[in-house]
Structure formats: C-alpha cells, structure tokens
C-alpha cells in the first residue's frame, strides 16, 4: 500500500485516510479501548493525514442507556482514566489493566486520536465529515482554487463556537 500512495502522491493526488468505525463500539470500554488501538495502528501504517470517524452515529440513541459517558467523550478521547476505572469493574479485564493504562496513556499523552460523528442519512452530517477531510488533507488550502480569505480563515480556525459543535455533532445523536 505505501508504494501505491507514494505513487499517487507523485501523480500529485491529495490523499487522506478515512477509518471508519462503528459508535456502537463505545457502548464497552474495552471495546472502545481496543478501537482506539486499531485507530492508532491505522494512523501508523498508512502515514497519511488521517481522519477517524464513529459511524452509525444515529444509532447512539439505541446505545446511549449502554455508554457510560457523554457522546463528545468519545469524540474528543481526553481523559481515559475515567474509562479505565470502568474497566476495573470488569473481573476478566483486571489482568490487562496496566496493558490498558499503557494504552490509554500514549493516546492522552499525544493526542492522536478523535473522532468525528457521522450519520449517512444526515447531508448536514455527511457534508460536515466531507469538509473536516478536505481541511486534513489540505484541499482547501490549494492554489487554483477559488478561495476567499473569509473561506480560508474559516477552514483553518475552525470558525465555530464549541456550543456550535456541540448542537451540530453531538446533540442530534443523544435525547
């Protein structure tokens, strides 16, 4: 695979990697633990701007009585030690706490890794996910396209509020 993306990248193609994920992993902290262990290996392997992204999104409804925190704790990934103390709960998953702890420290300490929320029956969700891949892999910052400072500076900062992201990426995935 890298010899096809170094091919591709001398065609001069932008390239982005989009792993998708299924929400309905965050319902178990060993499970979620273990997804973001496949995110890291995928962000490793692939050596392109990456982008991981919880699938199914519309389905955390059926989830939410089964996750222990709120959706943007997923989504962010800051502070696991509350997801660990989770695990200690589980007798089968004692013997793999410092493997976990290990774990779940190199994705803090870095920050390598979050997710964006994506529902296909929502074109609000699917162009939200479509621009925040166009940003990593910098198609909006590309000469010879038509481009206003305003649309650029947008791109690049973010231009939006956290009450914002909040009501547009979490809100409309819990009750």
Known sequence: MARVFQRLERERYSLVTVNLIDSHYCSEPA??????????????????????????????????????????????????KYLLEKLDDDPTMRKYQKLNEAICS??????????????????????????HIDKANGYVYKAG????????????????????????DVQPYVE
Do not use: W
Request: with cysteine; proline share 1%; aromatic share 8%.
């Open 106 to 131: 190199m994705v803090e300490d870095y920050a390598l890794v979050s997710f964006q929320l994506l529902d296909a029956f929502s074109t609000d969700s699917m162009l939200r996910l479509r621009n």
């Open 31 to 80: 499970k979620f633990i273990a997804t973001l262990l496949m995110a890291l290996n995928t962000m490793m392997r692939m050596s392109l701007p990456h982008v991981n992204v919880l699938s199914k999104a519309d389905l955390l409804r059926k989830h939410e009585s089964k996750l222990h925190f709120n959706v943007d704790y997923y989504t962010d990934v800051l502070d696991l």
């Open 145 to 168: 396209e038509e481009q206003t400072v305003n649309s650029l500076l947008a791109c690049a900062v973010g231009a939006e509020s956290e009450a914002v992201r909040q009501q547009n």
